[in-house]
């Protein structure tokens, strides 16, 4: 009688595993070089060398040396949005709760170490690559942007803010957001926002943003009764 094939089962996890921490080695040795010599003066070979992997290794994982840096932004990206994937606000007070709390998340991802290396490294590469600025724009910024402006537009649809173009109210709320902290920080200027601060400074921009965009209210009973037409009194 012949022998049943065993069933096929899932990928193996230590094998999953060491793909991660393969990769995890390959960004760390990215963001180093990156970070020494600059993006263009940085090779894939480098990079290889550096993690101690081959190059079809880092081809197969990356694909180039922008996908690594791109997969170094998505990972600050994502972080970022997480507030953002909660369920959806049924009143103001809700949608002012995520707000601050994607706002203070934000202040604080942005201004680590690591992604604030990635805006250094944008700044001063402008000249010689604009794929490391693209990337930021792209990966980053922009993509944080249409998180935000998605979540503003579902709030409309719920009567939670009054008429506004999304983009634009997200534009806004990241500008009172940051002020002029973000290029203070990039130029060693200003330290990290402390937690408070960085709540501090998420309520503030909630609160403006709010305010800029209150939704139509439906008039009070007074002012009803002044505008419903008194009946006619009929002469005895």
Wanted: glycine share 6%.
């Amino acid at each position: 009688m012949p022998r049943k094939s065993p069933a096929p089962g899932p990928v193996c996890e230590p094998e999953a595993d060491a793909a991660e921490r393969l990769r995890g080695r390959i960004i760390g040795a990215a963001f180093k070089l990156l970070m020494e010599r600059g993006y263009a003066g940085t090779s894939t070979l480098d990079i290889a060398t550096e993690a101690k992997v081959s190059k079809r290794e880092l081809y197969a994982l990356f694909g180039s040396k922008h996908g690594i840096l791109m997969q170094m932004i998505a990972i600050g990206t994502a972080r970022m949005q997480v507030p953002l994937h909660l369920p959806e606000p049924r009143d103001r007070k809700a949608l002012a709760a995520m707000l601050v709390r994607f706002g203070a998340t934000m202040l604080r991802e942005v201004s680590s170490p690591v992604v604030m290396a990635v805006y250094r490294l944008a700044a001063s590469e402008a000249e010689r690559s604009v794929e490391v600025a693209n990337a930021l724009e792209l990966g980053g910024r922009q993509a944080m942007r249409h998180a935000l402006a998605d979540l503003l537009r579902r709030a409309q649809a719920r009567r939670l803010l009054g008429p506004g173009a999304p983009d634009a109210m997200a534009a806004q709320f990241f500008a009172l957001l940051w002020g002029d902290l973000l290029l203070r920080q990039v130029l060693h200027l200003a330290p990290p926002p402390t937690e408070a601060e960085a709540k501090a400074r998420a309520t503030a921009a909630t609160d403006a943003l709010l305010m800029l965009y209150r939704p139509a209210t439906a008039p009070s009973t007074a002012d009803a009764r002044s505008r419903t037409p008194k009946a006619a009194v009929r002469p005895e």
